[in-house]
């Protein structure tokens, strides 16, 4: 189950290290490349979104069938610690699939927009070049 979650923050970090790429000042002539390279992968980082909503709905299957340990009595100490554990391990599983999400979306919005500067940028030069 844990291959899951590391396969998750894997394509998290990549998404991050992609949009920091792309929103870096300075690298101007590597950016045509990242920019290609980036819209090359959107299109299969696309897949996360219903992953993540697999990994969602297995954080609730697994909230609503665990045992409840709402009372110090209702359970021993060490089902006690096990349900803290769980719950701690959800959220922060939860958290990466937020993560994942909105950097897959922070992705998307940023290379849209390169994009879209580079193309005004080209038409700029060609209405500069036409006077």
């Not at 920019?35 to 219903?50: D, E, G, H, M, Q």
């Not at 297995?58 to 554990?85: G, N, V």
Request: with cysteine; glycine share 4%; net charge positive.
């Amino acid at each position: 189950m844990a291959l899951e979650w590391v396969v998750l923050g894997y394509a998290a970090g990549a998404e991050a290290i992609m949009v920091l790429l792309l929103t870096v000042p300075g690298l101007e002539g590597i950016r045509k490349g990242l920019i290609a390279v980036t819209r090359n992968l959107l299109k299969p980082f696309l897949s996360i979104v219903p992953f993540c909503l697999f990994l969602l709905m297995d954080i609730y299957w697994k909230y609503e069938t665990s045992p409840s340990c709402d009372t110090p009595e209702a359970c021993t100490p060490t089902e006690h610690l096990r349900h803290q554990k769980s719950v701690m391990k959800s959220q922060r599983n939860a958290l990466l699939i937020a993560v994942a999400l909105v950097f897959y979306w922070l992705l998307y919005t940023v290379t849209h927009l390169v994009t879209r500067i580079e193309q005004l940028n080209q038409r700029v030069e060609r209405l500069k070049n036409r006077d």
